[in-house]
Protein backbone atom coordinates (compact mmCIF):
# COMPACT_ATOMS: atom_id res chain seq x y z
CA UNK A 1 0.00 0.00 0.00
CA UNK A 2 1.58 3.16 -0.86
CA UNK A 3 0.75 6.39 1.07
CA UNK A 4 2.36 9.81 0.67
CA UNK A 5 2.32 12.82 3.38
CA UNK A 6 3.35 15.93 2.04
CA UNK A 7 4.56 18.68 4.47
CA UNK A 8 6.14 21.98 4.40
CA UNK A 9 3.51 24.40 3.16
CA UNK A 10 2.72 27.67 4.60
CA UNK A 11 2.39 31.18 4.26
CA UNK A 12 5.46 33.16 2.66
CA UNK A 13 6.06 36.46 1.03
CA UNK A 14 6.80 37.56 -2.71
CA UNK A 15 10.27 36.53 -2.80
CA UNK A 16 10.82 33.68 -0.15
CA UNK A 17 11.86 30.87 -0.18
CA UNK A 18 9.99 27.16 1.20
CA UNK A 19 10.38 23.50 1.23
CA UNK A 20 8.09 21.38 0.65
CA UNK A 21 8.83 17.74 1.95
CA UNK A 22 7.04 14.49 1.02
CA UNK A 23 7.46 11.12 2.99
CA UNK A 24 6.18 7.84 0.77
CA UNK A 25 5.66 4.52 1.85
CA UNK A 26 5.63 1.26 -0.63
CA UNK A 27 8.10 -0.67 -2.45
CA UNK A 28 7.46 0.66 -5.69
CA UNK A 29 8.59 4.43 -5.03
CA UNK A 30 12.12 3.28 -5.61
CA UNK A 31 11.10 2.81 -9.18
CA UNK A 32 8.22 5.16 -9.57
CA UNK A 33 8.52 8.69 -10.81
CA UNK A 34 7.27 10.78 -8.30
CA UNK A 35 6.07 14.68 -8.93
CA UNK A 36 4.54 17.83 -7.45
CA UNK A 37 1.34 19.18 -8.74
CA UNK A 38 -0.48 22.11 -7.79
CA UNK A 39 -3.86 23.37 -7.78
CA UNK A 40 -4.89 27.04 -7.19
CA UNK A 41 -8.67 27.72 -6.56
CA UNK A 42 -11.11 27.50 -9.47
CA UNK A 43 -8.18 26.06 -11.41
CA UNK A 44 -7.05 22.77 -12.66
CA UNK A 45 -4.39 20.62 -10.85
CA UNK A 46 -0.92 21.31 -12.95
CA UNK A 47 2.21 19.91 -13.07
CA UNK A 48 4.89 21.90 -11.36
CA UNK A 49 8.05 19.21 -11.52
CA UNK A 50 8.44 15.14 -11.54
CA UNK A 51 11.59 13.35 -11.25
CA UNK A 52 12.25 9.68 -12.16
CA UNK A 53 13.76 7.12 -10.25
CA UNK A 54 17.09 7.69 -12.62
CA UNK A 55 16.54 11.18 -11.47
CA UNK A 56 15.62 12.97 -14.73
CA UNK A 57 13.80 16.25 -13.96
CA UNK A 58 11.24 17.79 -15.44
CA UNK A 59 9.69 21.44 -14.84
CA UNK A 60 6.79 23.49 -15.67
CA UNK A 61 8.00 26.42 -17.70
CA UNK A 62 6.35 28.84 -14.95
CA UNK A 63 8.44 27.32 -12.12
CA UNK A 64 11.98 26.73 -13.76
CA UNK A 65 15.27 28.35 -12.42
CA UNK A 66 12.92 28.82 -8.91
CA UNK A 67 12.09 25.69 -8.19
CA UNK A 68 14.21 22.38 -7.55
CA UNK A 69 12.95 19.02 -7.01
CA UNK A 70 14.81 16.09 -5.33
CA UNK A 71 14.86 12.91 -4.03
CA UNK A 72 16.55 10.70 -1.82
CA UNK A 73 16.55 7.18 -2.10
CA UNK A 74 17.38 5.62 1.33
CA UNK A 75 14.58 7.76 3.29
CA UNK A 76 12.02 7.70 0.16
CA UNK A 77 11.33 11.06 0.59
CA UNK A 78 11.08 13.78 -2.28
CA UNK A 79 11.43 17.55 -1.91
CA UNK A 80 10.53 21.23 -3.83
CA UNK A 81 12.71 23.60 -2.83
CA UNK A 82 10.77 26.43 -3.88
CA UNK A 83 12.84 29.82 -3.96
CA UNK A 84 11.79 33.82 -5.10
CA UNK A 85 7.87 33.15 -4.65
CA UNK A 86 5.27 34.64 -6.48
CA UNK A 87 1.61 35.15 -5.48
CA UNK A 88 0.23 32.75 -8.56
CA UNK A 89 2.53 30.14 -6.85
CA UNK A 90 -0.32 30.16 -4.18
CA UNK A 91 -2.07 26.74 -4.49
CA UNK A 92 -2.40 23.54 -2.70
CA UNK A 93 0.51 21.66 -3.55
CA UNK A 94 0.21 17.84 -3.95
CA UNK A 95 2.81 14.83 -4.26
CA UNK A 96 2.34 11.79 -6.56
CA UNK A 97 3.56 8.57 -7.38
CA UNK A 98 3.37 7.53 -10.89
CA UNK A 99 5.05 3.49 -11.80
CA UNK A 100 2.40 3.25 -15.27
CA UNK A 101 3.78 -0.04 -15.90
CA UNK A 102 2.81 -1.60 -12.86
CA UNK A 103 -0.91 0.46 -13.09
CA UNK A 104 -0.43 2.63 -10.05
CA UNK A 105 -0.73 6.68 -9.87
CA UNK A 106 -1.69 7.66 -5.86
CA UNK A 107 -1.41 11.06 -4.41
CA UNK A 108 -0.69 12.91 -0.84
CA UNK A 109 -3.59 14.84 0.29
CA UNK A 110 -1.56 18.08 -0.18
CA UNK A 111 -0.04 21.20 1.24
CA UNK A 112 -1.18 24.49 0.98
CA UNK A 113 1.28 27.28 0.34
CA UNK A 114 0.35 30.83 0.32
CA UNK A 115 2.76 33.55 -1.27
CA UNK A 116 1.13 36.99 -0.05
CA UNK A 117 2.78 40.17 1.63
Known amino acids: QVQLVESGGGLVQPGGSLTLSCAAS????????MGWYFQAPGKQRELVAS???????NYADSVKGRFTISRDGAKNMVYLQMNNLKPEDTAVYYC???????????WGKGTLVTVSS
Open 96 to 106: NLNAPRWGMNY
Open 51 to 57: ITSSSTT
Open 26 to 33: GSIVTIAT
